[in-house]
């Protein structure tokens, strides 16, 4: 008990946590586990939910606990020490894990218990898991068994590398750059740089690619030249074009493409697409590349529109002809500027990270009838924070919020699980749920607080939709309680549903307070901002069903080696209007695909933007005429959709908010893409 990992009395002990600790805590939990699925598969223990729950979910939770507290680690504060402990032990874990869901004997169990002696929650749960023991190899037999586990265990190391590769390639390019080429980089952007330089002992600035810093940068910076540096090494990180080729992942996507192949023929199926659609809503690749196609053909003259506006726009104010990949950034940003008569680097002030997240609270807080609160655990880095929420004085959930960039940190924001509600079978308590909410978002400079810019705001909001589903369920049954057991295709809808609030004016003047002054965001500044809301998104629909089409149809594609970069650009020609340069390598940092869980379900964001544009104009229909939103309404909603986790299908669900299927129609209007282009 002196291993943190081995503590499970209450939350995890991040700060007491060392590389040290790993490997003898998975050993022992391991152990646990081996030993609970040799009894619950003796032939004479009973084909019995609760009892095998008692003996065998009890262990693999700890086991499933400890790992994701390293796993977590791993991403949040890497070091060279935690990264090659877990790389160590990531094989023994992952074939645990395989030899578990492909138990023949187990899988008999689960097939002999009485559906009838079970509540709906766990009749559900079962479907899922004999349908999991499909899919995870426990029909399969002899040398095709022993090759489907030796693929799950190379597919969990590969990919691991793959993810390692971007973030070593983000965190080794960095340029230091004299104060003649930063005009038009915003102060706060120039203010960090420069300590990042003077702290590699440097004069100048330092700039890296880190979204913080190269977003600002290609957005303002007035130097096309410089900007065409930084543009180039972010699309070319981790490739054969990058001048870093010791993390190069041309060769790690052909062997996880293979391995996916190779995995869904052993398994009948054709293509790993089909495999990954067994578990989603949707019904076939063909069905989802219909839906992005027929997206795709009413978004193109929206998309067409915002392009010639552009080049318009930059030949003639900006006197700039022939634009280039790196250009279009900053040429939108100005645009932007010269129409709305404002910039994101003007409203930025106004979002203060404590009082975002009092505004994100307040909207929760009344539309959910929960009450939240700071609270007190072990960190694992001093800009992280711990909050509880409660209903009427009882613990419903917490989670742990780490907003900030830094070096060793994985890129992007995320939710995820540290513990599951659960009615747990072995003590007969509540075990509430704990969430991990991560975004890398800039520091505060100058003593004053971080500000964020507003898509950092919407980005806040998506991965709390994600955290509510997590904590606010209801479901006692661990395998369906939460975002557990949600068809992936839909597990977005709650986090998309969220960002609708941040173009409410009835919630952001609850969340705005100028850094300096204190005043809130002028409601002319959120007029100005309401109507740039859809500024290009026809281009914006196209850039995501760009990246839905190359997912989809490398995971539908059969071929023995699949050409990554001629298949992207036969989808560009089909549905994008803008064609970025030769060198550009996006897939080789497409980490959502190759290292994040949405294999052939990248579409999900369309198609769950499709269900939360519809779930949210439920909330417009009841609005009151102030814009004051149904409580009654947000109740539903709560008990319909987040409540409910994933103990039915997620359509049952969304009909028993809106008493209907979704409509397309809410989104197109939401994007502004529902009336006639001129």
């Known amino acids: 008990m002196n291993n943190p990992l081995l503590d499970f009395s209450g939350l995890p002990l991040f700060d007491r946590i060392t590389p040290a600790d790993v490997t003898p805590a998975i050993s022992e939990l391991l152990k646990n586990a081996d030993a609970a699925l040799a009894e619950v598969t003796r032939a004479e223990f009973p084909a019995d939910w609760t009892r ?105 190391e590969v990919s691991q590398l793959f993810s390692e590769h971007v973030l070593d390639a983000t965190d080794a390019w960095s340029l230091i750059v004299g104060v003649e080429e930063t005009a038009g980089i915003p102060d706060d952007v120039l203010h960090t740089a420069r300590t990042a330089a003077q702290a590699d002992g440097k004069d100048g600035y330092k700039l890296t690619l880190k979204m913080p810093c190269y977003l600002p940068v290609m957005q303002y910076a007035h130097s096309s030249s410089l900007r065409e540096k930084l543009y180039r090494a972010y699309a070319t990180r981790a490739s054969d074009q990058s001048e870093h080729l010791q993390f190069d992942n041309s060769a790690l996507l052909q062997e996880i493409l293979q391995l996916r192949l190779e995995e869904a023929r052993l398994l009948g199926y054709t293509n790993h697409a089909e495999v990954s659609l067994a578990s989603k809503m949707a019904e076939s690749p063909a069905l989802v590349v219909g839906f ?77 009838e929960v009450s939240i609160s700071k609270d007190q655990a072990p960190v694992w880095h001093s800009g992280v924070l711990f909050y509880r929420i409660e209903r009427q004085g009882e613990l419903v959930g917490q989670f742990y919020l ?22 747990r079978p072995d003590n007969g308590q509540l075990q509430t749920p704990v969430a991990h909410l991560v975004c890398n978002f800039a520091e505060g400079v100058n003593g004053q607080p971080p500000l964020l810019t507003h898509d950092d705001v919407i980005t806040l909001f998506h991965e709390c939709g994600h955290g509510l589903h997590h904590m606010l369920t209801q479901v006692n049954e661990r395998d369906v309680s939460g975002i557990s057991g949600v068809e992936w295709d839909a597990v977005e809808l709650p986090s998309q549903f969220m960002e609708n609030f941040c173009w409410e004016w009835s919630v952001l003047k609850h969340m705005t307070a100028h850094v300096e002054t204190g005043k809130p965001l002028p409601r002319e500044l959120f007029d100005k901002m309401l109507a740039a809301k859809n500024f ?134 939401h994007q502004g893409m529902s009336s006639a282009v001129q």
């Open 536 to 669: 290009q998104s026809g281009l914006q629909t196209l850039r995501q069903i760009e990246f839905s089409l190359l997912d989809m149809c490398l995971h539908a594609d059969t071929s023995e080696r699949v050409d990554v970069m001629a298949v992207l650009q036969q989808v560009r020609d089909e549905v994008s209007v803008m064609h970025p340069p030769a060198f550009n390598r996006m897939p080789h940092s497409f980490s959502h695909i190759f290292a994040g869980g949405y294999a052939a379900g990248y579409y999900s964001y369309k198609w769950a933007e499709v269900l939360s544009a519809d779930a949210y104009a439920a909330f417009e229909e009841t609005a009151s005429a102030d814009g004051e939103h149904s409580i009654e309404t947000g109740r539903r909603y709560r008990q319909s959709i987040l409540e409910a986790g994933g103990s039915r299908p997620a359509m049952a669900s969304f009909k028993a908010f809106r008493g209907r299927e979704p409509s397309l129609d809410a989104l197109l209007r």
């Open 402 to 423: 780490d907003p900030g960039a830094r070096q060793g940190k994985r890129g992007g924001a995320w939710m995820d699980d540290v513990r599951a509600r659960w009615l």
């Open 52 to 156: 095998i729950s008692q003996v065998l979910d009890t262990a693999t939770e700890q086991l499933g606990r400890a790992w994701g507290a390293v796993s977590h680690l791993q991403a949040v504060v890497d070091t060279p020490e935690l990264r090659a402990t877990y790389n160590a032990e990531l094989p023994r874990v992952t074939e645990f894990w395989t030899r578990l869901g492909a138990n023949e004997a187990l899988y008999a169990k689960y097939k002999a218990i009485n559906p009838t002696s079970l509540n709906h929650e766990q009749q559900h749960a079962r479907e899922l898991a004999l349908r999991n023991f499909v899919l995870s190899g426990a029909e399969l037999t002899g040398a095709a068994k022993e090759r489907f586990a030796a693929i799950q265990e190379r597919q969990a």
């Open 292 to 368: 992005l196609r027929d997206l795709a053909a009413r978004a193109r003259p929206y998309a067409d529109k915002d392009l010639a506006e552009m080049r318009a726009f930059a030949a003639e104010q900006l006197q700039m002809n022939q634009p280039q990949a790196w250009d279009w950034t900053f040429i939108g940003e100005k645009l932007k500027e010269a129409r709305y008569a404002f910039s994101d680097q003007e409203v930025k002030p106004y979002f203060t990270a404590p009082k975002v997240l009092d505004g994100l609270f307040k909207i929760v807080e009344t539309l959910f």
